[in-house]
């Protein structure tokens, strides 16, 4: 069965600092990986997706995240800090390709808050 | 882009009652769709998959008599509480997927805005 774990469950960096949010990933086979943002009440907003093209993902609002097979990780960058990054994000896994059976499985979620 | 739509965005009901929340592609057809119940501060559980016009797959402790979902057509899904509790009040989050449009839409998975649940 496929996994995602997210190592700390809150992060806070100062305003203008870097953004490192980790996930680790179970998988029997390369998977699709995610990252997602959720404010609060509100549903969740795509920041980038890894679909085994390149490694190096670029996403929204400055955020980019690295496939790395050997490791099993798929972290979550960003080089600067903006008071509006403050959100919940989670990292979540889906099988390769498309198929009804295709479910995505979420990580426990990281709370991002930045310090002025 | 695709858009789902949920609705309503928030419900308060009385404990016995059933209540149904929709999940709409406005764009797209939605071949799967998916719903999932959030906590507080905790991450998304898959409750249940449904394919259109067949029955939905329920995941692992959820109970299908107690909510029950309905995939219809390619553009509409429903959940349905019954006889709602106390403890059935959370956050609950459809999403959609299609294998019908380009294959940048079939890799993800889009998500309606959620509707809080409060049952009093």
């Known amino acids: 069965a496929q996994s995602v774990t997210q190592l700390g469950s809150h992060v806070s960096v100062s305003e203008g600092a870097l953004v490192l949010l980790r996930c680790n990933y179970s998988?029997?086979?390369?998977?699709?990986l995610f990252w997602y943002v959720q404010y609060p009440n509100q549903g969740l907003q795509l920041l980038l997706k890894?679909?085994?093209?390149?490694?190096l993902v670029k996403g929204i609002n400055g955020f980019e995240a690295e496939f790395k097979k050997s490791e099993t990780s798929f972290h979550l960058t960003k080089p600067s800090a903006h008071m509006s990054d403050a959100a919940e994000y989670f990292c979540a896994v889906s099988d390769p390709g498309y198929s009804s059976a295709s479910k995505i499985i979420f990580g426990s979620g990281t709370r991002l808050s930045i310090r002025p | 882009g695709a858009v789902v739509s949920q609705h309503p965005s928030w419900v308060i009901c009385k404990s016995g009652t059933s209540v149904k929340i929709e999940c709409r592609s406005l764009?797209?057809?939605?071949?799967?769709m998916f719903w999932y119940r959030q906590f507080p501060k905790q991450s998304l559980m898959l409750m249940a998959t449904?394919?259109?016009?067949?029955?939905?797959?329920?995941e692992q402790g959820v109970e299908k008599d107690k909510f029950l979902i309905n995939h219809a057509s390619l553009t509409l899904s429903t959940l349905t509480v019954t006889s709602a509790h106390p403890e059935d009040s959370s956050f609950y989050i459809c999403s959609a997927r299609s294998n019908r449009e380009s294959w940048a839409l079939n890799t993800e998975a889009f998500f309606g805005q959620g509707t809080r649940l409060t049952v009093v």
């Open positions: 449904s394919n259109e016009g067949s029955k939905a797959t329920y």
């Open positions: 998988s029997s086979v390369p998977p699709y």
């Open positions: 890894y679909t085994s093209a390149a490694t």
């Open positions: 764009d797209f057809q939605a071949t799967t």
